[in-house]
Nanobody
Framework: QVQLVESGGGLVQAGGSLRLSCAVS????????MGWFRQAPGAEREFVAT????????YYADSVKGRFTISRDNAKNTVFLEMNSLDSEDTAVYYCAAKRYGSSRYRDDYNYWGQGTQVTVSS
């Protein structure tokens, strides 16, 4: 079992930055991949970024590439999402997720989810 707890969300002005954290506990293996997804009101939950726990290889959604950075601190069992140049379209609940055996941008491939943290960008 893997437990995930997100933090760091809040209200920020357009153009600003936020850093989300995901505290990971439980049985994490080197082949695990960690992902960030987001869900805006009335929308489907969508892929944001993913990182391999061991190698650190990352993938991003086109909508955040160049603005968001996913990283992890293996020693602290924490995954981060650094978000810059935020705009109103980034407003959503952001979820941390985990899966075994390779990264994926598909929501249904992830087995473990956090409770989410709200990010609101004011224009």
């Amino acid at each position: 079992q893997v437990q995930l707890v997100e933090s760091g969300g809040g209200l920020v002005q357009a153009g600003g930055s936020l850093r989300l954290s995901c505290a990971v506990s439980g049985r994490i293996f080197s082949e695990h991949a960690m992902g960030w997804f987001r869900q805006a009101p009335g929308a489907e939950r969508e892929f944001v970024a993913t990182i391999m726990w061991s190698s650190g290889i990352t993938y991003y959604a086109d909508s955040v590439k160049g603005r968001f950075t996913i990283s992890r601190d293996n020693a602290k069992n924490t995954v981060f999402l650094e978000m810059n140049s935020l705009d109103s379209e980034d407003t959503a609940v952001y979820y941390c997720a985990a899966k075994r055996y390779g990264s994926s941008r598909y929501r249904d491939d992830y087995n473990y989810w956090g409770q989410g943290t709200q990010v609101t960008v004011s224009s």
